[in-house]
């Protein structure tokens, strides 16, 4: 049984989506290794042989076997008063129970009573028994004594060897799991710390959150035999547990639902409710529910019920399951119908946590389970008094955020019951006097909320955080000078915005921190993301007078600080003016620049701080160790209208940085020159969020790129101002490149891309003086970006990558007559044109049709070749439809290289249906390449389309699926209205029909053919297994 799956299934029927039935199903199937089975049990009160015998039954059911059982409320027996001593019959029960617990104890000392199951309990009740509290006293002092560095060695050893034994043979605690305190076979009690140092009773209780290795092998004593069945996978189970009335505050709990790493409990135990879950305004109770532990009208009742230290501490530890003691109420049972008192267990709606900046998304769910008791009375009272429950998890730990994501049950849970929202602050017109409720707050207000306007009351009082915090309590009033109403507060807030030089946000609600856990770290891990770069908190206020320090709470406001204007415009629109940090309401919106002379006059008055010098706020490159992304600022003296030019030019200029660290010694003008134009990893792409603003972001393919480009620009890892003489030498080396003749042979398509794009930057920068102060820093890339930039648009390489060195044969490489001609890759061979395995193929039976006479016009739009170029084409595509079940993805690179070309068709078969992905694959990838594909609806030739082709063309086939169904799509070189930029720069990579089927398959390594190169062994036997496929079709 899972109570908290990705959808619920009601009334017989599976209300899920089938892709959701399906995605599901194998969600499940990956973490069933990871599966814990939980038994969660209700207080024993010392009924111990009760549990023993259900937990020995429900093992070797068809539901076990279970992994763990978890009990909430006593353990062992506690003594019980009420309002009914007097009553014979009660006074006979309660003897019972206390007789039958003494004697389940005896059992439990004689090792004559075990448990089948690993129990865990943190209420031992009125205290363990004496003789089990003996032997663990034996226990820490054997692992508490200290070595006495002046023995003088005369003992023989044999006292202190005994002395070991006894603990030894009692209790074995060598292998206990910290935070565990074994007490017998397969028993233990929740206790923190560690397995020999339990964490100290603190003043507020014992609260703590432990992992709890599993399967959990208990260290069985001499004559013991653990019957746990053991489970096949280890794994582990987050557990936290607060004592019976907790009190605020609990250190080690806190500290650790904090950390950054955590993303909630398990399992959280408890002996109290959580204020709220039973409030009326709670929708996580059902309507019976309520009805029966209240009435129909509870008069506020429900509202009081429960703990606000509880409820403070489930929410930040987030548990997934909360189990604690069922309500007790009134129940008439017997043939004399004896009224008695019975816990009712209780099951809560799965309820959503609220969103909060560090936490992980998953659903929790409440359990109140009954006391244990006979089979009898739990079936002569019904499922509603039930005091065990069973539940499936697969723990948090061993989910990822998908997984967390689905667990939330989107259709079927409530909203959190430990909020203000769920308290009922406002009863006063409820008669909450005479209804057995002791609170003396009957005004109305719940326990939590009384807490926080006290503790607000005293920060006001006592001045903490300055005279904002009595501000921010109450209604805004239009002063005599008419200032301080909500239009002068929009006007400022718009002046701010569109102040760039305003890069901090105003952080307001501090004081609504009741542990004052809002440190400068916890602020700082949830804004990071942002791009805070520092948290300022305001000066405590100085007496005029006495000249020290007042004794004040702590501020109710900070100001989180980031690197840009821009950072901070887009967190405050990200967040829409409100963060939940621990579960804490705080409201944002920008800082007060000082842009009027009487705000800077009352500055220091407020004991602000200035904003730190934007050079310290720079983010620094370890602070940006997964960045890609470089924010760039160009100086006030440029024109707003050369903004984009100008920032064109510096990606240029960063792309070509990269380059010349590269090809180190290689002339800018060599046809060896590795260029971003032959290898993806070199590419830079800018992006301007505003096209009025001075500033913009560059994007590299890694971060080792951005940081070489930055050392190499601005001489320090953390960036800079860009140095000029860096400035004058590309502007020089884009000068020289121009005066390359235009009319001149161009000895590859490489050299004559170099040329375009230098006599364009030459043109659009007649001087590169006014970019003196050009800054370069770090920036925080996003996720989302980040991902995209290493998956999607860098192919699979990044700049750490080795490069494959240029070729030194000179003879064309399809040239028949060619000495360097590898004969043994020919399939077969036609009249005008042959079939050949390639250089590094992508799988066996990648295939090229390669014309016979040499010439650097294109396959398809050869008259003479064309004809018989079709025929071929179908019969590999035939052979890969018949004898492969493949599709047959075709296409031509027809652009001039250096050395020449000889023109030559690529046909690789795919797995059959994968067309439509290519396709989006392709469009995608070219478009990021910065030329567009266009699709050809008309069922003419290439060559009967157009008549000069001259140019040069990529030319692609994607496959439909079944048949000889295709679409076209065609890219013509030198086409301005072919390419994003709308110049004729736009260049298409040499390996781009194998990176976009690198990307489809997620397998980089295809994308280059020098990575995929076998030995010329290996090339003989696919050819000759590739002839004689393609030999048995035409038979």
Not at 264 to 278: A, K
Not at 744 to 770: C, H, M, P
């Amino acid at each position: 049984h899972t109570s908290i799956s990705a959808y619920r299934i009601r009334g017989g029927q599976d209300t899920r989506p089938k892709e959701a039935e399906h995605n599901n199903s194998i969600l499940f199937a990956a973490n069933m290794s990871n599966r814990v089975k939980i038994l969660m049990v209700g207080p024993v009160n010392g009924q111990l042989s009760l549990l023993s015998n259900k937990l020995r039954t429900l093992q070797k059911s068809k539901a076990g076997p279970f992994d763990i059982c978890i009990c909430a409320g006593p353990f062992f027996h506690q003594t019980t008063t009420d309002n009914n001593d007097n009553d014979a019959v009660l006074k006979q029960e309660r003897q019972a129970i206390k007789d039958n617990a003494a004697s389940d104890e005896k059992l439990l000392l004689d090792k004559s009573l075990t448990f089948d199951v690993p129990v865990l309990f943190v209420d031992a009740g009125n205290g363990l028994p004496t003789d089990l509290q003996a032997k663990i006293d034996n226990v820490k002092k054997r692992d508490d004594a200290e070595i006495d560095l002046d023995d003088d060695g005369d003992d023989n050893g044999e006292n202190k060897k005994s002395d070991g034994e006894n603990g030894a043979k009692d209790v074995d605690s060598n292998n206990t799991p910290e935070g565990l305190l074994r007490i017998s076979s397969n028993l233990y009690q929740l206790v923190g710390g560690t397995s020999t140092q339990p964490q100290k009773q603190q003043q507020g209780g014992l609260a703590d959150i432990i992992s709890v290795p599993l399967p959990l092998i208990d260290n069985a004593e001499n004559g013991e035999s653990a019957t746990t069945k053991t489970r096949q996978h280890a794994t582990s189970l987050t557990i936290g547990f607060l004592s019976s009335r907790i009190r605020l505050p609990c250190n080690n709990f806190e500290m650790k639902s904090k950390h950054t790493s955590f993303l909630g409990c398990d399992v959280l135990i408890s002996g109290e409710w959580g204020q709220g879950m039973s409030s009326n305004k709670c929708s996580a109770l059902t309507i019976d529910d309520r009805n029966t532990l209240f009435g129909d009208d509870d008069g506020g009742i429900g509202n009081m019920m429960g703990s606000y230290d509880v409820a403070e501490l489930i929410s930040m530890s987030r548990p997934r399951y909360h189990i604690a003691p069922g309500p007790a109420i009134p129940v008439r049972s017997g043939s004399d119908e004896t009224v008695k008192m019975r816990r009712r267990f209780v099951a809560s709606l799965p309820y959503r946590y609220p969103d909060q900046i560090t936490s992980s998304s998953h659903a929790g769910r409440f359990l109140a389970c009954s006391d244990v008791m006979s089979p009898t009375e739990v079936k002569s009272l019904g499922k509603s008094f039930k005091f065990i429950h069973a539940v499936g998890i697969v723990p948090l730990a061993h989910m990822d955020a998908n997984d967390r994501e689905a667990a939330m049950e989107k259709a079927s849970v409530v909203d959190c019951p430990y909020t203000d929202a769920s308290y009922d602050v406002d009863a006063k017109s409820k008669n909450t006097i005479g209804v057995g409720n002791t609170n003396s707050n009957v005004g109305g207000l719940s326990e939590a909320h009384a807490r926080r306007l006290a503790q607000e009351d005293a920060a006001s009082a006592l001045g903490g955080g300055g005279d904002g915090a009595f501000r921010w309590q109450q209604t805004r009033k239009r002063g005599r000078d008419g200032q301080g109403n909500d239009d002068d507060d929009a006007k400022r807030q718009a002046f701010e915005e569109d102040n760039p030089d305003n890069c901090s946000l105003f952080l307001h609600g501090l004081h609504r921190d009741p542990s004052m856990t809002l440190t400068m770290d916890v602020l700082m891990d949830a804004f990071r993301p942002f791009g805070c770069v520092g948290i300022r908190f305001p000066r405590p206020k100085v007496d005029q007078y006495r000249h020290h320090q007042q004794n004040s709470a702590p501020p109710s406001y900070a100001f989180v600080d980031f690197s840009t204007h821009e950072e901070a415009s887009q967190c405050l629109a990200n967040l829409k003016g409100e963060a939940v940090i621990r579960n804490i309401m705080l409201s944002l919106k920008w800082s007060s620049s000082g842009g009027n002379k009487k705000r800077m006059q009352q500055q220091p008055q407020m004991g602000i701080p200035p904003p730190p010098p934007p050079r310290r706020n720079r983010l620094t490159e370890s602070e940006c160790a997964d960045s890609t992304t470089l924010f760039l600022r160009l100086p006030p003296t440029v024109d707003s209208s050369s903004y984009e030019k100008e920032l064109e030019f510096m990606r240029l200029f960063a792309q070509r940085t990269m380059e010349d660290e590269l090809n180190v010694g290689v002339a800018a003008d060599s046809a060896d020159r590795i260029t971003a134009a032959d290898e993806p990893a070199l590419r830079v792409q800018v992006r301007q969020p505003n096209a009025e603003m001075n500033y913009g972001f560059l994007t590299f393919a890694s971060h080792a790129a951005a940081l070489t480009t930055l050392v190499s620009l601005t001489s320090h890892e953390d960036g800079g101002a860009v140095s000029g003489d860096k400035l004058e030498t590309a502007q020089t080396l884009a000068k020289e490149e121009t005066e390359i003749k235009t009319d001149s042979i161009v000895s590859g398509d490489k050299l004559e891309t170099a040329q375009t794009l230098a006599k364009e930057e030459t043109e659009t920068k007649a001087d590169a003086s006014n970019l003196n102060g050009v800054t370069l820093y770090w920036a925080k890339g996003s996720q989302k970006s980040a991902e995209s930039n290493g998956k999607s648009g860098n192919y699979g390489l990044n700049f750490n990558n080795r490069h494959f060195p240029p070729d030194a044969r000179t003879d064309c490489w399809f040239c028949l007559a060619s000495p360097t001609c590898e004969k043994h890759l020919i399939v077969t061979v036609f009249d005008e044109c042959y079939v050949a395995m390639p250089k590094g193929a992508v799988n066996e039976f990648h295939s090229l049709i390669v014309p016979v006479e040499h010439g650097g016009d294109g396959a398809f739009v050869t008259k003479k070749l064309a004809p018989e170029m079709e025929t071929v084409k179908s019969k590999l595509r035939t052979h890969a439809r018949t004898a492969l079940q493949k599709d047959l993805f075709v296409f031509e690179r027809c652009i001039q290289t250096k050395g020449g070309y000889h023109t030559h068709v690529q046909c690789i078969p795919v797995e059959a249906g994968s067309g439509p992905t290519i396709q989006s694959k392709m469009l995608e990838m070219s478009v990021r390449s910065g030329f567009q594909l266009r699709e050809i609806t008309s069922e003419l030739s290439l060559n009967a389309l157009e008549e000069d082709w001259s140019a040069g063309y990529f030319y692609v086939e994607i496959p439909l699926g079944g048949g000889d169904e295709y679409r076209r799509f065609i890219y013509r070189a030198g086409d301005a209205s072919g390419n994003e930029q709308g110049s004729s720069r736009a260049h298409v990579p040499l390996q781009f029909g194998r990176e976009v089927l690198a990307e489809v398959l997620n397998k980089p390594e295809i994308g280059h053919w020098k990575a995929c190169v076998v030995s010329k062994e290996n090339e003989e036997e696919l050819t000759a297994s590739f002839r004689t496929s393609l030999a048995s079709l035409s038979s």
